[in-house]
């Protein structure tokens, strides 16, 4: 017996100093401290009109069914203070303006990217994140902020698995919703923030939609956590972007056999200049505009229905609905047709050194130009930019992401797809298969395409677009072509200066260490802060309170490959050892390439 007392008291001390240790972190997250600018700096990229659609027009996306209103009533966990303040959200990463207020665009007074959509026949307006929270980034120096247009974010909105130390934005919100629900008075004031005078009628229906919302966060945090989906940790600024969307629609949406680990974080790439791309994505997979965007809104959340309430699948013209809004995803990127590279602000940043840009564009026409500036090839609606894709084998960048997509097969059989009604969709795999597909052995990127083919078909059969249209909302009238390779793809750098840490996985701080073989580069550096580097071109590196430890030892993180290096091209070495001289005088070059002043160099 009295072993039976001491282990269960054993337990019950474990549990407790757990529980104390959660609680800690919930009260102190393990969050950076928001400073405000001075000033946010807004660059000539576009007109504030084309910035404010680009900001707040919803994709259709749901945050686990939260609603717009609830997330602006929560409270914090332990006082009363709303978790949804600008000051509070900043925290995160998202982006504010120091003093911004409610517009009617953003009634709500939430980040960059956070906006709200109803669905047809229902009042019920739900949080949508949209394509500005990852697509735009600032930087900061000398307490000044300048605002990237369709640049890289620098936030932890994606990380879903709960760590000690706490710090994602998911725990955080969980954690606001779970003491919310169980905390009678704050339940209480948060109701009847939502409800005012509907207060006594609806708050018990209220309780069971919100219990409901909060069941399926918890449900998809212990899912990510028991099957250990993301081993690595995306920290700062990055996501598994594929990997999160193949769990979502073939994991989720089909069949709980095809969850697959994704350990493959990557950056946000900028969005200037991609409608002129031949191919988008890191790997250069993807080319259909809006299939490209129907998937993507499909990972952050937008419904999808593939079978029906029995549980059997759906066929012919019942394929697929979903809440991915067509026609605001074909308003924003047209908006993004508009968006120019950043040009660097010298007054804010500093000046140029026009002889030192001038030896650099030399050295850049030598060393950097044959795989970065892309042939042009004229169509009526548009000048394609042919980019190379380079394989992950000669670039020698770390490969999980390309492997990944490459590699990964998924069983959607269930789905009983016909091969004859796949062959009439809009869409084109390369290289061309030279056997009928195995739907029980999907590649990613072709199952993706054909769901999204689906998705895009019934849309705008419900819609009754003309032929006209249809080749407009596609984009250019372009296929959902698909392609099957293990690659990563040079961009043109035009500001590039703007979108640190680089390469696809954010692995390398700065451009200087960019040009510099890897074992110079940092092994180990610090994330979470947008401090900006004028010299070496990148974030600030050092620790601080809330910093992100990004350690290139571990799978996905690796920063090796693109190297300037002396010894035989290929594994990595794609040239010649650069003299720190001509590296300062790339780096110089690269904050002016393709823009005004590049032009007068010489
Ligand atoms: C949750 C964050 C997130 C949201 C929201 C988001 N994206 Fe992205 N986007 C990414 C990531 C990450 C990638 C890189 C994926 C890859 O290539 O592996 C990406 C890639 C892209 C690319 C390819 C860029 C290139 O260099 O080839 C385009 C274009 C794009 N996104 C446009 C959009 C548009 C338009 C929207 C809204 C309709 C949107 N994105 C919403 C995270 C996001
Ligand atoms: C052999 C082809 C090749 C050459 C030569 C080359 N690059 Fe690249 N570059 C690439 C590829 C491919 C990537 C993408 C790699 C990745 O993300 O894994 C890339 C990525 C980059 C990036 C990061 C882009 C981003 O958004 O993170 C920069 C900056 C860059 N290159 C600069 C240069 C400069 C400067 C030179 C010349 C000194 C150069 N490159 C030479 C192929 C090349």
């Known amino acids: 017996m009295r072993f039976l007392t001491r282990a269960l008291l054993l337990i019950a001390a474990l549990l407790g100093l757990v529980l104390a240790v959660v609680l800690y972190y919930v009260i ?131 990380s879903s698995v709960p760590t000690l130390r706490g710090g994602s934005f998911g725990q955080a919100l969980v954690a606001s919703l779970f003491s919310t629900y169980y905390n009678p008075w704050k339940f209480q004031r948060f109701a009847r923030t939502v409800l005012g005078e509907n207060y006594d009628a609806q708050h018990e229906q209220l309780r069971t939609d919100f219990k409901q919302s909060l069941n399926t966060f918890v449900h998809e945090a212990w899912n990510d956590t028991h099957r250990g989906l993301y081993p690595t940790q995306e920290g700062p600024g990055r996501t598994d972007a594929f990997g ?3 769990n979502a629609a073939f994991g989720a949406g089909v069949s709980e056999k095809n969850y697959r680990v994704a350990n493959a974080p990557v950056d946000y790439p900028q969005l200037w200049d991609i409608w002129k791309f031949d191919w988008v994505q890191w790997n250069g997979s993807a080319q259909q505009p809006m299939a490209r965007n129907i998937g993507e809104a499909l990972g952050v959340g937008a419904t999808l229905t593939m079978f029906d309430a029995a549980g059997q699948a759906l066929t012919g013209d019942a394929r697929y609905p979903s809440g991915a809004r067509i026609s605001d995803l074909h308003t924003i990127e047209v908006t993004l047709q508009g968006l120019k590279a950043p040009v660097w602000p010298q007054e804010l940043l500093g000046a140029i050194d026009r002889s030192r840009a001038a030896q650099g564009k030399t050295l850049f026409a030598r060393n950097c130009a044959g795989c970065h ?7 009526p609606e548009r000048d394609v930019l042919l980019l190379k894709n380079l394989p992950v084998a000669y670039i020698g ?98 500001g590039v200066w703007a979108t640190p840490p680089f390469l696809h996985n954010g692995s390398v701080p700065s451009l200087y260490q960019l040009l510099s ?80 002043l590049d032009t007068q160099l010489q």
Not at 403 to 420: E, G, H, M, T, V
């Open 28 to 158: 102190n997250p393990d969050l950076p401290v928001y400073v405000p600018a001075e000033q946010v700096h807004y660059l000539d990229q576009w007109t504030e009109q084309d910035r404010q659609t680009y900001y707040f027009t919803p994709q259709g996306t749901e945050v686990k069914g939260l609603r717009y209103d609830w997330f602006g009533a929560l409270e914090l966990p332990f006082s009363e203070k709303r978790f949804a303040t600008p000051e509070y959200l900043a925290r995160f990463g998202f982006l504010v303006d120091p003093k911004q207020h409610a517009t009617p665009a953003n009634p709500g007074n939430l980040p960059v990217g956070f906006t709200q959509h109803t669905n047809p026949g229902s009042n019920e307006r739900y949080l949508d994140i949209t394509c500005a929270a990852c697509h735009t980034g600032e930087l900061r120096f000398k307490g000044q902020a300048v605002r990237i247009d369709g640049g890289a974010a620098h936030h932890v909105l994606p």
């Open 244 to 246: 999160r969307i193949a």
């Open 373 to 379: 500036v892309p042939s042009v090839e004229k169509t």
């Open 397 to 494: 960048t770390d490969p999980n992401t390309a492997d990944n997509i490459f590699n990964q097969r998924y069983d959607l059989s269930a789905l009983k797809w016909d091969p004859k009604e796949l062959a009439a969709l809009n869409v084109k795999v390369y290289p061309t298969a030279e056997v009928p597909l195995d739907t029980s052995h999907v590649s990613m990127t072709t199952g993706l395409a054909y769901i999204t083919a689906f998705v895009e078909a019934r849309a705008y059969r419900d819609m009754k677009l003309t032929p006209a249209q249809t080749l407009e909302f596609d984009g250019f009238g372009l296929p959902i072509s698909v392609r099957e390779e293990r690659t990563y793809r040079a961009r043109p750098l035009d």
């Open 517 to 596: 073989p890897q074992d110079e580069r940092a092994a180990t550096f610090y994330t979470g802060s947008v401090e900006f580097d004028p010299r070496h071109v990148g974030y600030s590196t050092e620790n601080f309170a809330g910093a992100f430890l990004f350690d290139t030892k571990i799978s996905g993180n690796h920063n090796s490959g693109h190297e300037f290096r002396t010894g035989p091209l290929g594994n990595g070495v794609i040239g010649r050892l650069l003299q720190p001289e001509e590296r300062w005088a790339l780096v110089e070059y690269l904050k002016v390439i393709g823009g005004p």
